[in-house]
């Protein structure tokens, strides 16, 4: 009996320890918007998902944290990890030098393009190319603060007439151009392309899509506090799992149907 307690007792001993040094369960808060599919969505009942939101519970799953999603406009999220509000931002955000000197970025984990999305005329024409609705338009529309502000500011310099009109939301820029308020939609090419054909609204608005072919390839990355050299740790770990075990591509083939 001794002796099976002798036995027994390390064994216990060594599941406690063991338990204790995987166990993190520290728990992160992340900050993400309400309508950016693929990456990012409430379903009917308030819930949020989407790539960016498998993506960040798979590395929480694998670097052992919990994580709670807290849903609000773009506007002021980047914001809201300096007052600690929310610890990581996931919401497909581009990588840009502005950011970061302000935020710290995770390794990339997908990149993407840009893209302007118009109208059919009344007679049911399209434009042929990037350029030609460039030049033929003067009226552009995209989110508030988004990485596409500044692209749209650049279009605009370079061909020396234009208006911008900003919006709370990417879907608000489309609506726009399905209402005939804006000749011109632009924004990274990837959630663009989700509306206008996964969710058919070329079909129902008559819209359709011109991919910049100039346009260099921006990547996104999850974003936490300067200086969260432990958070950043974490994801860029977590992300070299699932890249490893073939988390990434189920993820991923879930939400963009290529």
């Keep these: 009996m001794f002796n099976s307690f002798k036995t027994i007792l390390p064994i216990c001993l060594t599941l406690i320890l063991s338990s204790s040094a995987f166990a993190d369960n520290e728990t992160y808060t992340v900050g993400t918007i309400r309508v950016f599919p693929p990456f990012t969505r409430t379903n009917e009942v308030g819930i949020p998902e989407g790539f960016d939101i498998d993506l960040i519970n798979a590395i929480a ?4 944290f919990n994580v709670n999603f807290k ?26 030098p502005e950011r970061q000197e302000k935020y710290d970025f995770s390794h990339p984990y997908l990149d993407t ?27 552009f529309v995209t989110e508030t603060d988004g990485a596409g502000e500044k692209e749209v500011k650049n279009i605009i310099a370079e061909k020396s007439n234009g208006k911008l009109k900003t919006v709370n939301s990417t ?17 990274i090419s990837r959630v663009l392309q989700y509306y206008v054909y996964t969710e058919q609204m ?24 300067k200086g969260r050299k432990d958070l950043l740790e974490k994801l860029n770990r977590g992300l070299k799992t699932v ?16």
């Design 202 to 225: 070329n079909k129902r608005y008559n819209l359709y899509g011109l991919v910049n072919p100039n346009a260099k390839k921006d990547h996104f990355g999850f974003v936490v506090k």
């Design 171 to 187: 879907y608000l820029g489309i609506k726009d151009i399905a209402t005939s308020q804006s000749d011109i939609s632009y924004d």
């Design 113 to 139: 393009g840009w893209m302007a999305v118009l109208k059919e005329n009344n007679q049911g024409q399209q434009y042929q190319t990037f350029e030609e609705a460039i030049a033929n338009s003067n009226n």
């Design 71 to 96: 849903v609000q406009l773009w506007r002021g999220l980047l914001e809201k990890l300096n007052t600690g509000d929310v610890d990581i931002v996931a919401t497909a955000v581009v990588i840009t």
């Design 61 to 64: 799953a694998k670097e052992n």
């Design 243 to 258: 890249h490893y075990d073939g988390t990434y591509d189920n993820i991923y083939k879930k939400w963009f149907k290529e």
